[in-house]
């Protein structure tokens, strides 16, 4: 198997690193990875990660839920309730933010690219407020079920839509939850993004914070972590580094509270815990305490981001 040694930090091009601790893959294959962090800028990633034609094999554990929709477990259908609770909020935010930009809600032309979709949740949320929608997903799984439910044609790469950029494809909002942290080439990513969104349009990101209150707390249990799909930590100082060196700003950023239960609980498991659904409950609570008034402790944050132009 290849793996990739990440000899550059993506964030600040530093070639200093030191090892944090080791995480274990809870999730699929049992493999330990390090936690690496940048000496210069302090960003963390995963260290010694499979390459992108390898890591399919570790997304593929049956309960995968963002890619199956599985509906097994108590803790999987927390995930269920919260996302339906999430894609209201998601929608209301795209449609805020566009708003925002003095469009006209109600209008036809408007349109917005999902990466990293899933099973196509979010695009039918959208879809049904009107917006014309397109989406990008890995997965063949999760590209059927997106299809079959909600008749969302889906790309298997970005390359394919960034390539009609020269058509005019581009987009008023350009969404990735929880999806940069898994692409190997996040300034490559980020470049593509750029050029593919309007220059007045709106690029959001969800992200886990890994300098959240949870994590401090569980250290190497962090669900979040969840080595080896998620290759790169982010907190609010380091991508916010990223975005400027890609030609963008952060214009603000708000707390995902619900991910803190959500996150709390699979720590818990991991830990061993035999009621973690309890203790993670309150952790969840602990961490809402925490995030009042700045998200900077929040579990995973949503980052609304403007080109710079
Ligand atoms: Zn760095």
Not at 16 to 43: R, S, W
Request: charged residues 25%; hydrophobic residues 35%.
């Amino acid at each position: 198997m290849k793996n990739v040694t990440v000899n550059i930090c993506p964030v600040c091009g530093c070639g200093n690193h030191k090892p944090v601790f080791e995480c274990k893959d809870y999730f699929a294959l049992g493999e330990t990875f390090m936690i690496k962090q940048c000496d210069a800028c302090g960003f963390r990633f995963t260290d010694n990660f499979p390459e992108e034609e390898e890591i399919g094999r570790y997304y593929k554990a049956d309960d995968y839920v963002s890619h199956t929709d599985t509906q097994a477990g108590l803790i999987n259908k927390i995930y269920h309730f919260a996302r339906s609770i999430m894609l209201k909020q998601k929608g209301r935010l795209a449609e805020g933010i566009y708003k925002e930009n003095g469009a006209d809600v109600n209008g036809e032309d408007k349109n917005l690219l999902d990466i990293g979709c899933g099973t196509g949740y979010f695009l039918n949320e959208m879809k049904s407020r009107g917006w014309k929608v397109k989406g990008v997903e890995k997965s063949a799984d999760a590209r059927e079920v997106a299809e079959k439910n909600f008749g969302i044609e889906l790309a298997d790469d970005i390359s394919v839509l960034s390539s009609d950029v020269s058509n005019k494809q581009r987009f008023d909002i350009i969404t990735l939850w929880h999806v940069l942290e898994h692409l190997h080439d996040v300034n490559g990513a980020l470049k593509n993004i750029r050029e593919m969104l309007k220059d007045e349009g709106t690029l959001i990101l969800a992200l886990p914070n890994s300098s959240s209150f949870d994590a401090d707390k569980y250290r190497e249990y962090w669900a979040a972590y969840d080595v080896p799909r998620h290759l790169w930590h982010f907190t609010p100082d380091t991508i916010s580094r990223l975005a400027v060196k890609n030609g963008f700003i952060i214009t603000k950023y708000s707390a995902m509270p619900l991910d803190t239960f959500y996150v709390s609980m699979l720590s818990e498991k991991y830990k061993g815990n035999s009621v973690p659904f309890v203790r993670g409950m309150f952790t969840g609570l602990q961490g809402l305490l925490k995030i009042t008034g700045s998200p900077d402790a929040a579990s995973s944050i949503i980052y609304i981001l403007k080109k710079k132009i």
